[in-house]
């Protein structure tokens, strides 16, 4: 998919295949509250902010390669330099 302007408004389909999930399952995490992906209601249609879309993935991102590892021991209970 292109990059779009961050405020345009995808539809619940477009989103979904954005995030590799189920039309479905969009509706579920909004009627469950499970996760606090913003929606645009236009009439009764559900659209979905792609700068929205974009902020969702990135909180959802573990692992990533410049994040400062917390932790102050090794895997062997060894303290850690710096």
Same mark, same amino acid.
């Given at each position: 998919? @292109? +990059?779009f302007d961050k405020n345009r408004l995808l539809t619940r389909k477009e989103a979904?295949?954005?995030?590799?999930?189920k039309e479905l399952t969009l509706a579920l995490?909004?009627?469950t509250k499970r996760?606090?992906?913003?929606?645009?209601k236009v009439g009764r249609l559900a659209k979905y902010r792609y700068?929205?879309?974009?902020d969702f993935i990135e909180m959802r991102t573990v692992n990533? +390669?410049? @994040?400062v590892n917390p932790l102050k021991?090794?895997?062997?209970?060894?303290?850690?330099?710096?």
């Open positions: 998919m @292109e +990059p979904a295949a954005y995030l590799g999930v995490w909004k009627s996760y606090d992906l913003p929606v645009v700068g929205d879309l974009l990533k +390669p410049n @994040e021991y090794d895997v062997k209970g060894n303290k850690r330099n710096g």
